[in-house]
């Protein structure tokens, strides 16, 4: 039995060895963004089962990653371990009371996503892949994206909570439908809203 179990065990480390080295081997014919560097064991698995993982970029790869661990930070840091659109709302609402909204440092991921979302007058065809739910605030989202509304309540409001559908379309499954393609630019500037957030409010210093 503790034969079967060793030999069982040896199988799958020569299995993923394999899976990383065809994976890597594949990647240097076709310039795949892998050949950057040498896959890891998890690596060669999303490589060898995830759908597009193989022909994501190193940059695209990196920038979730690092949205992983921001989001984490943020929902310990200010939402007590468990964000909802309902408390993060509350969150910025007790900012504005208070006098602490600060969205100085918000306006080049405010343009970013207005350019991805909303274009020649109207909604991009990207808006409605946000998935926003009813209690997501909209309204809100939708007439700070077409530029009717400038308060920085408002604004801060639609940009926490498109970082908030980028999280959930990522936990919960939705970007693979399209394998995670032209997400990098997304999860970058998502990323920068999460740190000038947990610099102004997340008591990090």
Not at 89 to 102: E, H, P, S, T
Request: hydrophobic letters at 40%; aromatic letters at 10%.
């Amino acid at each position: 039995m503790a034969d079967g179990s060793i030999q069982a065990r040896c199988r799958r480390q020569s299995s993923l060895k394999s899976a990383s080295l065809v994976a890597k081997e594949e990647a240097g014919k076709l310039g795949s963004p892998l050949a950057e560097g040498a896959l890891n064991e998890r690596e060669a698995w999303l490589a060898q089962r995830a759908p597009g993982f193989q022909d994501l970029p190193g940059p695209d790869r990196r920038a979730i990653y690092h949205f992983s661990f921001l989001w984490s930070l943020f929902e310990a840091q200010l939402q007590g371990g468990f964000a909802k659109a309902n408390t993060i709302r509350d969150m910025v609402d007790n900012w504005v009371n208070v006098g602490v909204l600060n969205t100085g440092p918000f306006t080049g991921e405010l343009a970013y996503f207005r350019h991805r979302y909303f274009a020649d007058g109207k909604l991009t065809g990207h808006f409605p892949h946000l998935n926003l739910r009813p209690g997501d605030s909209p309204q809100i989202v939708q007439a700070v994206i077409e530029g009717v509304s400038d308060t920085p309540r408002d604004q801060m409001l639609a940009l926490l909570m498109i970082v908030w559908r980028l999280r959930n379309n990522l936990f919960h499954g939705a970007k693979w439908a399209y394998k995670m393609r032209d997400q990098l630019d997304n999860f970058t500037h998502a990323n920068r809203v999460l740190m000038h957030v947990l610099d102004q409010h997340g008591n990090l210093h």
